[in-house]
């Protein structure tokens, strides 16, 4: 893909909202002729090169790059002193370095970079920078990182964020507790496409950047200070997606092309390999969770005490959001009218953690939904029944004092999936290899397997949280063609591969009654932010920012049709045509631009959201998504190998405004979640990851995922564009819960580490002891400790300076 991209992607879009439209990428996706940051050229363009730290904790006692810089092809070799601005940059807090500045915190962490003719001098000239370290002793386990003995990652001390949330009277007693440990591995985003871009200097003294990221406005917003550049004299545009699943959230590359671009006067393309971007970008947060529920013998939940800690690696990334939502959901998607919930995200040296599909809420039920297992089991209950009794429900009260005003379909999940017939037993023998536990590996015909099924409950946040003033802005332009007036969509919203392009033409389709949409280059150059494609939010926010915009269009040809036609009343657009209120042709649309366009600009908010109170209380979250799996598996349990025979899923999705894209995400969704319950997991030794590939760490493949019988539950959430709910999330929440569970089901284990590995089954392997409950941090109420050492804007006071 050449650098200067064309004017957008024009796709036809055939029908409106309610319907399984085709996906606009998906031919040229399928054919392999769509354009990935990796692909992007420019003439005359340099290659860049990242030099890592070795170590976890260092100081950096000195660089030399002189012999790099005689090395054929290098024309820079830039340090932090290289640095034209700020110095530090980061999503939550600037905390992390450009490049290393006096000190490492990772293994992993950028020295240096480089650009030369070819990729390979590049690579062989990043050899050649020699560095003087002074190891350190470093904090690799997030509950040692809390001892106030233990290696500082940075000099205020290793706790990131702390939040406390009490709930009526915490100490209340109950007749029936159950309480338990568990942890959960940190896992890779694993994007199938890896993190790349191109910076190309301009005449302005700017720099146009295109890349692979998430949230266009708030990279170009931790970007541009660091370059010291105005922001107008950075352009960025969105390269494309080879998925992301959070981990293009936090800025990976962009600065160091453009510093290198800005450098060399030259176009620099970066795009990371496999094991590089392993290490580059961010991951889900390990996490450790000690847990009471009490109970009383009708099964009715008393009180949740919980303490939750994740690791957070070197640097802050979203780290304080993913503790703040995380916690707020240790109670479960029950109603629970006592609480005291405790999480903690602390610092390490390891590689920073951030968002990830599910953004704390995997691990929470995780470990909930074993308890309310046992739970059921020492009640003598159905697992099924107890937690119909305890779900959640419009006007029920959460841990953090919230009323849910929205739709809380938590129980029609549960009975909706309960609906779904189990597949059939299976003779255990004569069965094709393949058809066992291993069968790509040949290893079973069948001896002593047994037959598990399991369930999980679980709910999420949709958009952002704490008081977030988030908003989408969009552009929409109708403009006479010769087969029918097309719509224009301009808006920064990302697609990353879920389907947002093809929804955003549905919903220019539905209002606009065009059967053609032109999308306009997702860019930072004269649009606004629509923020972040996470958070299952960008159905909601872009697409509710496009409605209002087709709206504004619409309402401006009512009002031209009227002024021509002389007519009153109602009208309404239906293939190119102005129409009254009895279908009646008054005007047809391209008479109306006679040759022009009309273009609307529009801003959508969601329903403000709160910040905690000392008592963890406030109205936190904006809406809520339910949903619930049931997963039945067999296991050997003389080799610990588990086959997944299928997933019942049903889910709360507020309106479908594209049914098959959403059959799709609950199914992806479903896969990641079965990936950290069985195999997939970032093994680190002394902070150094030892997996970084995908032959060593191990992803489900199409012989690994069972079918997933899916339903929808639609209620359509009130005050929301279409009633439509994100529906990205909420599968790999309880799809983990929900494998691991059914494998307790069959081997009748404790299990309480996931991923479960075969020595977990066999015995080789005790679970996981947590040791004691570790003591809350003397903190602050509710402050991150960076934001007390002026380490920079959180992202809520960024776009309010913007």
Known sequence: MNAKTGPGVRERVSRGIGVSAPRVDGIPKVQGKFAFASDLWAEGMLWGHTVRSPYPHARVLSIDPSAALAAPGVKAVLTIDDV????????????????????????????????????????RAGDLVRVEYDVLPAVTDMVEALDPGAPRVHEFGNVLRHIHITHGDPDAEADVWVEGYSETAMQDNAPLGPEGGLAVPAEDGGVDLYVNTQWLHVDLQQIA????????????????????????????????????????????????????????????????????IGANRDGKLVNVRARMVIDGGAYASSSPAVIANATTFLAGPYEVPNARLEGTAVYSNNPPCGAMRGFGAPQTCFAGEALMDRLAGELGMDPVELRLRNALRTGSVLPTGQVIRGTAPARECLEACREIPEPPDEVATGRDAIEYPGGAGNVSRGENLRRGVGWALGYKNVAYSEGFDDSADARVTLFAATDGPVASIHTAAVECGQGLLTVLGQIAREELGVDEVVFEPHDTVGIGSAGSSSASRQTFMAGGAVQLACRGVRDELFERARQEAGVEGPLGLREGRVIDAEGRLVAFVNDLLDGGSVSKSAVHHHRRTQQFDEHGQGDIHVMFAFACERAVVEVDTDLGLVRVLQIAAAQDVGKALNPQAVYGQIEGGTAQGLGLAVMEEVRLEAGLIKNASFTDYLIPTILDVPPVESVLIEEPEPDVPFGAKGVGEASTIVSTAAVVAAIRDATGLPLNRAPVSPDDIVGLRAPADGGPEPPVPDVPWQVSIPELHGMGMGQQELMKAE
């Not at 200070?225 to 959230?249: D, H, N, Q, W, Y």
């Not at 800025?251 to 590089?276: D, N, W, Y």
């Open 84 to 123: 034209p601005g700020k110095r530090t940059f980061g999503l939550e807090f600037s905390d992390q370095p450009v490049l290393a500045e006096g000190k490492i915190r990772y293994t992993g962490e950028p020295v240096a970079v480089l650009a030369a003719e070819t990729p390979e001098e590049a690579r």
């Open 225 to 292: 200070p660091c370059l010291a550049l105005p922001p107008e004299k950075v352009r960025i545009t969105l390269a494309g997606m080879g998925g992301a699943f959070g981990s293009r959230e936090d800025v990976h590359l962009q600065i160091h092309a453009c510093m290198l671009a800005l450098r060399t006067g030259r176009p620099v393309k970066m795009s990371f390999g496999r094991e590089e971007s392993f290490v580059a970008h961010k991951k889900r947060h390990p996490s450790r969770i000690w847990m009471r």
